[in-house]
């Protein structure tokens, strides 16, 4: 079963990777918990695994480091593709735990009353097991890598990886996207980039994810942007996207970085969001926090580095003049988000549930998958977008009409 699911893997990974760790891998957890010493059979299942399915999901073979990752929650930064001959005996150990009560009740014998909940212990336990084996690999490894898992971590930094690949709301990723998706989430080098960008320097990820030739950086920006307009619509009735602001008559600002021209746009005006009838002004801003600027300070420090930085611009004209509210909303392309961007989308979700008749945790999930996959699908625009109209023999001889056109 695992074989052929491998052998599919190698032409639809993200419905393969889906089909195991939603499927497979929750019928293995029955027969790990009902069957007793079943880890010692589980050797050749784990062989498969690591040198079938694995490869076939990345494209690529994976370290015992890399493996151990793997292995741990998608939370955790890992895939939930456990190594089961180490996880049976503590499956089978947990069903006994959590269904002892249970057992011992039906057969006639007294309990004493408990107030902690068994499961409630076990996944407390689950949860310390995996936080020190976290620990652990971090410890092996460099620090390049350490920070890759901090930020494999982030809260929303793996919805894309979680839910289902439903083409009708766009959560599919093609064979390309999640390979490349997999090993940029591990910090492994992408297959087939070329040697040299089209603005003259050597083509590396990051690099693809600052560089301006193309225009992708301003396409990310401006989808993003348009993308929580159009929620806000939902529960806006005016709603607009690089509002101009009031022109200045002498205004005079504390802040000497406070923008002033009559240019200074920020990127969504709602009127109504947090206070009925006052504008609520929002920027946007898509950082890339393993920039070589970034590398030396703490993923949440760049976030409110960032935050910071925005409202030194916007803060104070919006405040003062516009008699406004204003929110920097900061995103990572590595799909986490800053602390005012977090309190606007909870807001956010709670105002579309109410308005929709929803369930507010349902509301939520759907929109952070959407920004997940958008974030992911602009990510590997950036990285294999062309950058240079790519001629083929079909346009060498080409002759545009426009070369004999005549223009009034």
Known sequence: MIEDLAQFGKTQPHAAYSAFTHGIRHKMTYFMRTIQGLGEHLGPVDRIINEKLIPALLGCPVSPLERKVMSLPVKFGGMGIPILSELAPEEFETSLKVTRELVETMRGVEQESSNEDPL???????????????????????????RVLEQARERGSSNWLTVLPLKRYGFTLNKGQFRDSI???????????????????TMTINHALNCHRGGYIIIRHNDVRDFLAQNLATVCNDVETEPELQPLEGE?????????????????RARGFYRAGQHAFFDIKLLNPNSDSYLSIPTKKIYERAE?????????????????????????VTGGAGPEA????????????????????????????????????????????????????????????????CFV
């Open 120 to 146: 409630t212990q076990v996944l407390k336990d689950r949860e310390e097991k995996h936080e020190t084996l976290l620990q652990a690999i971090i410890g092996e490894s460099d620090e390049r890598f350490c």
């Open 342 to 405: 977090r309190i606007f989308l909870k807001i956010l979700c709670d105002k579309i549930a109410s308005k929709t008749g929803q369930e507010y945790s349902n509301v939520s999930n759907f929109l952070k998958c959407k920004i997940s996959f958008l974030l992911r699908k602009l990510v590997l625009l950036c990285i294999r977008g062309s950058r240079t109209f790519k001629k083929t023999d079909l346009f060498k001889n080409h002759e545009s009409d426009f070369d004999y056109g």
């Open 183 to 201: 090993l940029l989430r591990y910090g492994k080098e992408l297959p087939r980039l070329p040697q040299t960008c089209a603005c003259g320097h």
């Open 308 to 332: 910071r930085a925005k409202r030194s611009l916007y803060n104070e004209r919006i405040l003062n003049v516009e008699h406004g509210t204003f929110a920097p909303l900061i995103f990572s």
């Open 252 to 268: 005079s600002f504390s802040r000497s970085t406070t923008l002033t021209g009559e240019q200074s746009r920020p990127d969504i």
